[in-house]
Nanobody, 124 residues
Framework: QVQLVESGGGLVLAGGSLRLSCAASGRTFSTYTCGWFRQAPGKEREFVAAISRSGGYTYYADSVKGRFTISRDNAKNTVYLQMNSLKPEDTTVYYC?????????????????WGQGTQVTVSS
């Protein structure tokens, strides 16, 4: 069992940066692929980025490629999402996830564990 807790969301001006963190409980964190998703009200959950168990491989949605960076520190049981050049359309709730799928797991069903979400608001 893995419990995930996100932090780092907030309000930022367009063009600014935020770093989201996701702290995981459990000794088996390093055995899971981790991902970030986002979901706006009334819309489906959207894939943002994923990172392999070791952190050596990453995968991004086209909408964030070149602006967002996913990383992890298995010693700290934490996965991060560095978000730069933020746009108003990035405004939504961001969720951390962990699962047994591969690095290209970009659908929510590939992940078994989810955090509660953290709100990111980008003002123009």
């Amino acid at each position: 069992q893995v419990q995930l807790v996100e932090s780092g969301g907030g309000l930022v001006l367009a063009g600014g940066s935020l770093r989201l963190s996701c702290a995981a409980s459990g000794r088996t964190f390093s055995t899971y692929t981790c991902g970030w998703f986002r979901q706006a009200p009334g819309k489906e959950r959207e894939f943002v980025a994923a990172i392999s168990r070791s952190g050596g491989y990453t995968y991004y949605a086209d909408s964030v490629k070149g602006r967002f960076t996913i990383s992890r520190d298995n010693a700290k049981n934490t996965v991060y999402l560095q978000m730069n050049s933020l746009k108003p359309e990035d405004t939504t709730v961001y969720y951390c996830a962990a699962g047994s799928g591969g690095i290209y797991a970009s659908v929510p069903n590939s992940y078994e564990y989810w955090g509660q979400g953290t709100q990111v608001t980008v003002s123009s």
